[in-house]
């Protein structure tokens, strides 16, 4: 009887071993691991600042940027599965106002308005770690694919330029000289009301003569602080379409629509206008990332 335990334990054990194993090969014939990287043609949309004419102010357009990261997916059969990803990518866009604005300059013991008309030329440069899952179906060289993702901002910094013509001061009515600022903007470590670097600009505002840095940082035109104007969290929709050059190489592109809003808008300052007694305004709108990614990559 002795013995018959044994071999019953030893059967037992030889056949759990056996499944463990079977199920291990297979899971491992089912995932499959890659690496892509490739462009990111990447722009923000949102709404348009309207002059007083009923125009728009405010435009976007792309910036090229890059990805690089690593999937791993795993396939129900030859046809259909699921794929996630970790994606270090850049997004942005090459932002534009021009036309009618503001410009308030403060001095010890006070400060002065004034209208013109203000070109702001910004190139930001947002970096993300992105986590798309999809689901993808399968046609011999073919994979579409669907799905959503979750961005972390990792990296949020700009430069450019503004130009500031034809201001004169209210209600003196005294004219400002035009002025030319550069920018260099990192949108989570600049201080509200200061500059960048020691070349200085010289307005003269009403009888004051005023230095000005050259340079301005993020919140330059801000009193205090209303934290950073691009929102730590980004997500949306992505859809795309892959060619398998074999069965490991393949060439893919994707768009990735954005549904949060990816601006802060405590601190997302309007440029055409003031509200009462020439307060700042802030902007409560939606902006949000779009992104075409052209890739090639691995899959094993």
């Known amino acids: 009887m002795a013995l018959f335990f044994i071999q019953r334990n030893f059967f037992i054990r030889c056949c759990s071993v056996a499944l463990l194993s079977f199920v291990a ?7 499959r691991y890659g690496f892509k990287t490739g462009l990111n043609f990447a722009r923000m949309d949102g ?14 357009k792309s910036i090229t940027g890059f990805h690089i990261g690593l999937s791993l997916g795993y396939a129900f059969n030859d046809y259909v599965g699921v794929r996630g990803e970790l994606l270090y990518t850049k997004k942005g866009a090459k932002y534009t106002f021009d036309g009618e604005s503001y410009r308030i300059f403060r001095f010890d013991g006070g400060s002065s308005y004034s209208t013109g008309n203000s070109r702001y030329l910004i190139n930001v440069n947002n970096a993300y770690l992105d986590l798309p899952v999809q689901v993808y179906g399968r046609w011999k060289d073919l994979e579409l694919s669907a799905g959503g993702y979750v961005g972390l901002l ?10 500031y013509k ?11 000289s035009d002025l030319e600022f550069n920018f260099d903007h990192n949108y989570r470590k600049d201080e509200p009301g200061l500059g960048e670097g020691g070349e200085t600009v010289v307005a003269v505002v009403d009888a004051k003569t005023l230095e000005l840095p050259k340079t301005l940082g993020a919140y330059y035109d801000y009193p205090d602080d209303k934290g950073s104007l691009y929102n730590s969290i980004d997500y949306g929709v992505v859809f795309g379409l892959s060619y398998y050059l074999s069965s ?13 809003d990816i601006t802060n808008n ?7 206008r003031t509200g009462d007694g020439n307060a700042l305004l802030f902007r409560d709108d939606k902006d949000r990332n779009v992104v075409i990614q052209a890739s090639v990559g691995f899959s094993f």
Request: glycine share 12%.
């Open 25 to 31: 090969v297979s899971l491992s014939a089912q995932i």
């Open 47 to 60: 709404p348009s600042e309207m002059s007083n004419a009923g125009a728009g102010l405010e435009s976007w």
């Open 154 to 163: 990792v990296q949020t910094v700009g430069d450019g330029s503004l130009s």
């Open 166 to 176: 034809g201001g004169k001061t209210v209600p003196l009515q005294n004219t400002i």
């Open 248 to 260: 490991s190489l393949f060439a893919s592109v994707r768009m990735q629509y954005g549904l949060a």
């Open 266 to 272: 405590n601190a997302d300052l309007a440029k055409a």
